[in-house]
């Protein structure tokens, strides 16, 4: 993960957020800028930017939610949360050891479910081969 937060880091410091907000504000539908490959739109909040959930979220004030536990918040009441289902896999593949969904069911579809015992699944296939 450590390497995917720098590759982030370096690819947001080549956006010029103030630049955008002065440019975008009033923008209140979703716009999609091709030079930084950003969506913006101007909220009640202020002008926000990023990848097209995080708009589509900020623009509704809603979205997906899905909370899951690893070994680095094992308990229900700390649960850790994204609000991509990409993320959730990046989770999954950093810890696929600890990684769980439940008992957040209710707010990942069957076919993510599925999606993500298939993958658990080949982790400790893989994992099994080694130790025998």
Sequence with gaps: ???L???IKNYL????FKKIERKYT??????????????VVDTDWGVECGD??????????SGVYYQ???????RVEDAD?????NDVLYAVADDPENFSYKPFEK????????????ILAKYREISLKKRG
């Design 1 to 3: 993960m450590d390497f």
């Design 5 to 7: 937060r720098r590759v």
């Design 13 to 16: 410091n080549r956006i010029p």
């Design 26 to 39: 009033g923008q209140k539908t979703p716009i999609y800028i091709e030079l930084y490959d950003v969506w």
């Design 52 to 61: 097209i959930n995080y708009i589509m979220s900020e623009f509704t004030r």
């Design 68 to 74: 899951f536990t690893t070994k680095r918040n094992p």
């Design 81 to 85: 949360h994204e609000h991509n289902f």
């Design 107 to 118: 707010e990942y579809s069957t076919q993510e479910i599925m999606y993500i015992e298939a």
